[in-house]
Every structure is written in structure tokens, then in C-alpha cells.
């Protein structure tokens, strides 16, 4: 019997499945750029910026949703990873959660645009469940808050938790709607939170 020297198609190491981990790549990295400066970019253009056909796409992406679903996660695993390094613990409740408002809308003014393109994509819940790890911080600053008497504890802590992300998520709605001046949108935000979390 002959040796076999190639390796299986699809395995993990073989060229095809380098070549599609290169293209997933590239089509997210595309859509990360388009869909920042264009919530409604089209697929074809998406193709044609990460340099692959529409067939390529969407054998990775069956669609459009899929699509701007995954560059979302991606986008909340990276503002996830610059969140955490923020050291809240070391600071009172108050101050952490002005360092937490001030940090989250950098990173979401960023990417406003994506996340205007996931509002119109994707169902509520499922922007909502992509953002578990970031809000489970919230959570616990707000819990912490709580327990110092630096925040109310006339509401639900799950309320305020989603209050904090509908906030911040709207903002970016109303900057792209043009009723919300972006360069204000950072102090607005802060004052609006410490406002509603206020013991």
C-alpha cells in the first residue's frame, strides 16, 4: 500500500482549513472597517474589501446577520479585554463606576456604528447576551455600590444593570440620528448614570 503524504481536506493544519481561517480573517476584519463607517454596507461590498467572492462569504456567513453577529462578538471580546484592565477593585464604587462610564463609551464610540448596524441586525436579547461578560462586571461594581451606600437600593439590581446598558447603547443611536452632539456625549452620559445609581 502507497503512503499517503497530503493531509485530510478540512483538518485542522491542512491548507484548506489555513486558507479559510485566512479568509474568516480578512471577511471579519472587513466588515469591522465597513460596517464602522457604514451600519448599512452591503455584502458584496464586505466580499470585495476582505478580497473574496460573495460564494466565500457566505460560506462562512449564511448571512447578513451572521455576519455583523460575529464582528460584534469579536468587538465586545476586545473592549472585554481592554475592560478588564481598568483595576476598579482598587477604587471606591463612585469613582470606579466614573472610570467604567468614561472607558465603555470610548470603546463604544469607536465602534458606534457597529453596534447602530447590530441594532438594526440582530435581535435585542441577542446584543444583549454578547454583552454578558462586560455587564456581569457592571454588576458587580453596582452590587459593590450597593453595598458601600455610594448607590440606591430602592431598585432592582438587575434594573439599574440594564438601565447602564441601555444608556450607553442609545447614546450611540442618538449620536448617528444627530440628536445627541457627539463631543458632549461622554460628560451627558456620566452625569445621566451617576444621576440614576445615586443613593
Known amino acids: 500500500m502507497g503512503t499517503t503524504t497530503g493531509k485530510t481536506p478540512g483538518k485542522a493544519g491542512s491548507p484548506r482549513r489555513a486558507d479559510a481561517e485566512r479568509n474568516i480573517a480578512a471577511i471579519l476584519a472587513a466588515a469591522a ?3 464602522s463607517a457604514d451600519p448599512n454596507v452591503s455584502v458584496a461590498e464586505i466580499a470585495k474589501e476582505a478580497g473574496v467572492g460573495r460564494v466565500t462569504l457566505y460560506g462562512h456567513f449564511p448571512s447578513r446577520e451572521s455576519l455583523v453577529d460575529a464582528v460584534l462578538q ?3 471580546d476586545n473592549a472585554e479585554a481592554a475592560l478588564s484592565g481598568l483595576e476598579l477593585d482598587a477604587l471606591p464604587a463612585a ?3 466614573d472610570r467604567l462610564i468614561g472607558s465603555s463609551w470610548e470603546i463604544l464610540d469607536r465602534h458606534r456604528r457597529l453596534f447602530v448596524a447590530a441594532d438594526r441586525a440582530l435581535p435585542a ?3 444583549r447576551e454578547r454583552h454578558g461578560r462586560p455587564l456581569a462586571r457592571v454588576e458587580r461594581l453596582v452590587e459593590r455600590g450597593m453595598d458601600e451606600g455610594a448607590f440606591r437600593t430602592d431598585l432592582p439590581l438587575s434594573w439599574l444593570v440594564t438601565t447602564f446598558f441601555a444608556l450607553l ?3 450611540a443611536g442618538e449620536i448617528e440620528a444627530g440628536r ?3 463631543e458632549v456625549a461622554a460628560d451627558v452620559l456620566t452625569r445621566t448614570l451617576r444621576s440614576v445609581l445615586a443613593a
Open 95 to 97: 469613582q470606579a463606576m
Open 180 to 182: 445627541l452632539p457627539r
Open 33 to 35: 472597517r465597513l460596517l
Open 74 to 76: 469579536e468587538a465586545v
Open 169 to 171: 447603547h442609545n447614546a
Open 125 to 127: 436579547e441577542r446584543i
